[in-house]
């Protein structure tokens, strides 16, 4: 063999700053086509990520080996978003060889931080649900089990926002435009997928009615394959994502015609079921491209799991016990329809048994309450669309609704609840009812949010069915959310307490006893104002605006919505403003208010909420008479990358939906784990963070979820009232609507204050805002204490090891999915 070859065979393995450099040089030119002298920061990522990824192959390959040779039971994570955010420091920080990496580009003259920022942000996803799959993948490869995650490859990812004048502006995020160097392209992956057409009856061979899907149209989807380093390298599973590709298969009565160009963009126009992810976060729009992207990955994601179990099945009776089938809400639902389909249409199975293998295969997560974003397609258009999926739904509905009639004595409210058909108005699909039906296990994502689902849109369902609906309180990966995201304080932390937290983030409480530790906490608030630093560095490159690093770094970072009440946020903004003009005497403690968060492109309410706080900015920033004790920024484009900037840096984490809608958050355990105090509702998961970190190390204020419940079923709630007898917040209301910070057009804000006068304030931000002041105000004074607030801080990180993804994955493992770590065998020393 060439010697060339031979060499770059070694090389490819090495994991020495001298092996990496080597191969950074041999990448640059032989793959990337560039001499060092001409390479830019992108073809030096490129080359660094290339030769990373030589690194996984061989033990990628070696554990779908095992799960293969073991036969292994598989868990499939069916989402149409991962989140995933950058792959190199995540690669590196997993293998371990984040310092030689840096050694070596040293060498080669190069610093880790630029070739780090020239990877784009994979940003397919648009926030928690997305973020949350990607934490899960990074959870079960870190802990060896055999997990894979089926999604869309979006050519677009969630819109790049920027703000012009204040607003919103989308633009177009390309993510893919220079290549992506840790997928694998599968051009002989590729499955068949079909919509429309019609569907004919037949009798089969053994003279029962049987039924095919015919005249449809076909579109192809191709599979990418994107590794996912476990933590220690040991395990790399598969996120495998679909791409839409055109059939061949022409007509071929065109080309007579001489409509052959007509042809060839009918073709072409089926690629754009993968071009651009959906950015709407918790609110559905209905639409039918979305309908088929569903479809279109569960169908190809199906075949794929069945392909794989037929290698050593010949029979489908086994395959609850080989194959799991997670739902990330019910973006995925329709794949029970599809798997009726294949068993029952392709593989002739009894409709019985079908149904049987079905529900033990899928379980399903609900994500959300609001019933904005619940799920209902239209019975015309699934019609259309999927028709045989149509009479599938038709027949599970007939089936199950003859069974409960029974039962039911007459209770026809009951019944139409229960149906998959909502008949009110124009007829739809519930896939919610869909999704609990065809599992076996159905979960919420918060120990509040999972007794809401029993108590309202699952009320029903959880009657006729008590053991199915189980909770699993989400949790974030440690790896990249403490580990990678915030140096300073997890070699801190490694140093006191040794690296065992990184892959048993319990461990993390013996720094309970280290709160009390003067040295420990001056070095804990040193590894905050590191973080401070960075981020002030941040702000002032990304808005001009200088910040003063000893503020209180107050954090809300999150999408736009009104639920989670950016609003309540602003409103304390303002009258913390107008109290600092009128007693300039007084020192206050200077506060830093930082915002992020997209706005969907739709939602008009979300994008005046932005204008508002680029304009409050506006106003306050550039008061000489706050002494810069008060700043305002919004930072632009929100997304994981900024997210590993700003969360280590946060000192205060608002938290502060109205009670009962926010079904777990994420962001706020994040923030909680680098060290921020919360500030907050007893909401989705902070009330578990309460109890974790105790109540005395949190700020918790407002309305609880019942009695949001009473006020809103009392209709008593008038928020004029509220405002009258609350003199700053009726001073803030009025200067917004009066036009103190759009001089330029003084109604700009009018339906922001209708919102929350005449129209009733759904979302209650007037009935908590004198406690959320009284929290705020009771924050600003423990911050005067630094040992006391450190102290605090220090007990929340602590206290947070349970909020591991970890945990979370575990839980699902055992109580839902049934399957269990395998350990693969790299035979051959070292990493192969
Ligand atoms: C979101 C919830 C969050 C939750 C994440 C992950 C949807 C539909 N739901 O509260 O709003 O943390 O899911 O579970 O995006």
Same mark, same amino acid.
């Given at each position: 063999?060439?010697?060339? =070859?031979?060499?770059?065979?070694? !090389? ?35 080359? $660094? ?10 033990? &990628? ?13 598989? $868990? ?80 677009? @990812?969630?819109?790049?926002?920027? =703000?012009?004048?204040? &607003?919103?502006? !989308? ?14 392209? #599968?051009? *002989? ?12 009856? =037949? ?9 095919? &899907? +015919?005249? %449809? ?22 996120? #495998? ?11 071929? @009565? ?83 329809? !599809? ?16 149904? !049987? ?19 209902? &397609? ?44 909502? *008949?009110?108005?124009?007829?739809? /699909? ?11 296990? $159905? ?78 906490? *001056? ?51 303002? %009258? ?42 506006? $106003? ?66 902070? +009330? ?10 949190? =700020? ?39 036009? %103190? ?72 493992? @055992? ?6 770590? /395998? ?10």
């Amino acid at each position: 063999m060439d010697a060339r =070859f031979k060499s770059r065979d070694i !090389e490819r393995r090495s994991l020495d700053v001298d092996g990496l450099k080597r191969s950074f040089l041999e990448w640059l030119v032989y793959s990337v086509g560039k001499d060092a002298r001409a390479a830019t920061r992108r073809d030096w990522f490129h080359t $660094v990520a290339l030769a990373v990824r030589d690194r996984v192959v061989d033990r &990628w390959m070696d554990t779908t080996r095992s799960y293969y040779h073991e036969d292994a039971k598989r $868990v499939y994570y069916l989402s149409l978003e991962f989140l995933i955010g950058r792959l190199l420091t995540n690669s590196l920080s997993n293998l371990g060889i984040v310092d030689e990496c840096r050694q070596a580009l040293d060498r080669l003259g190069l610093s880790m931080e630029d070739v780090v920022d020239a990877e784009p942000d994979a940003a397919l996803g648009n926030g928690g649900l997305g973020r949350l799959a990607a934490c899960f993948l990074d959870s079960m490869a870190s802990q060896g089990l055999p997990g894979y995650g089926y999604g869309i490859r979006y050519e677009f @990812g969630l819109f790049e926002q920027r =703000f012009e004048n204040g &607003w919103q502006v !989308e633009y177009p995020e390309q993510w893919l435009q220079f290549g992506n160097p840790w997928e694998f392209a #599968r051009p *002989e992956v590729l499955y068949p997928v079909q919509f429309y057409g019609r569907v004919e009856e =037949f009798r089969d061979s053994v003279g029962e009615r049987a039924y095919r &899907w +015919v005249d %449809a149209d076909r579109v192809l989807a191709m599979a990418y394959d994107t590794p996912v380093v476990g933590f220690g390298g040991e395990t790399i599973n598969t996120l #495998r994502l679909w791409s839409a590709r055109a059939t061949r298969d022409f007509n071929f @009565g065109h080309f007579n015609d001489g409509a052959y160009m007509k042809a060839v963009e009918q073709k072409i126009l089926s690629e754009n079921l993968s071009r651009v992810l959906y950015p709407n976060d918790a609110t559905e729009t209905g639409k039918e491209l979305r309908l088929k992207q569903e479809y279109f990955f569960t169908s190809a994601s199906l075949q794929d799991i069945l392909r794989r179990y037929l290698q050593h099945h010949s029979t489908f009776e086994n395959l609850p016990n080989k194959a799991a089938i997670q739902l990330n809400d019910t973006h995925p639902a329709i794949g029970i329809a !599809e798997l009726m389909r294949l068993l029952v249409d392709q593989h002739a199975l009894r409709w019985d048994d079908a149904w !049987e293998i079905t529900r033990a295969t899928f379980a399903y997560t609900n994500h959300t309450l609001l019933p904005e974003a619940l799920e209902a &397609w239209p019975v015309r258009m699934i019609e259309r669309v999927l028709p045989r999926h149509m009479q599938i739904i038709y027949e599970i509905n007939a089936k199950f609704l003859n069974r409960t009639k029974a039962k039911a004595a007459g209770d026809n409210a009951k019944l139409s609840r229960l149906s998959l058909i909502d *008949e009110r108005g124009e007829r739809r /699909v519930r896939m919610g009812n869909l999704a609990f039906l065809g599992s076996h296990k $159905v979960n919420g994502v918060s120990a509040l949010h999972t007794d809401l689902m029993k108590q309202t849109v699952f009320a029903d369902f959880h009657e006729e069915f008590p053991d199915r609906i189980n909770n699993k309180t989400n949790g974030i990966t440690p790896r990249r959310w403490l580990k990678q995201a915030n140096p300073a304080l997890s070699e801190l932390i490694t140093t006191r307490i040794g690296e065992g937290w990184i892959s048993d983030l319990s461990q993390i409480a013996a720094l309970r006893e280290k709160a009390d530790d003067v040295v420990f906490r *001056e070095e804990f608030r040193r590894a905050k104002r590191k973080n401070k630093k960075r981020l002030a560095a941040y702000i002032a490159r990304q808005t001009g605006e200088e910040v003063l690093v000893d503020s209180i770094f107050d954090v809300q970072v999150k999408r736009m919505h009104e639920y989670k009440r950016q609003l309540l946020n602003v409103l304390h903004t303002i %009258a913390l403003y107008n109290e600092m003009r009128d007693n300039p005497t007084v020192s206050w403690v200077p506060v830093t208010k930082v915002f992020a968060g997209k706005a969907a492109p739709s939602y008009h309410m979300a994008k005046l909420i932005i204008k508002l706080i680029n304009d409050v900015a506006k $106003v306050v920033n550039h008061d000489p008479s706050v002494h810069d004790n008060l700043k305002v920024v919004l930072l632009p484009n929100y997304n994981v990358t900024a997210a590993e900037i700003i969360i280590p840096a946060a000192d205060l984490s608002e938290q502060i939906s109205t009670a009962g809608m926010e079904a777990s958050g994420t962001g706020n355990m994040k923030l909680a784990l680098n060290g921020a105090l919360t500030i907050g509702t007893l909401d989705g998961a902070n +009330v578990e963070i309460r109890e974790h970190v105790g109540a005395d190390n949190i =700020f918790i204020f407002g309305m609880t979820a019942d009695e949001v419940n009473d006020l809103r079923a009392s209709g008593g709630f008038n928020p004029r009232e509220v405002i009258a007898s609350n003199p700053s917040l009726k001073r803030a209301l009025d200067m917004i609507s009066t036009g %103190a910070f759009s001089p330029d057009d003084r109604n700009r804000y009018h339906p922001i204050v209708q919102a929350l006068t005449d129209g009733g304030d759904h979302f209650l931000v007037t009935a908590d805002f004198a406690d959320y002041c009284r929290a705020q105000d009771a924050a600003m004074q423990l911050y005067r204490d630094p040992e006391e607030w450190t102290r605090k801080a220090i007990l929340n990180t602590a206290n947070m090891g349970w909020f591991s993804s970890d945990r979370t994955v575990n839980e699902y493992a @055992g109580e839902i999915w049934d399957v269990h770590p /395998v350990k693969p065998s790299h035979d051959g020393e070292g990493f192969r």
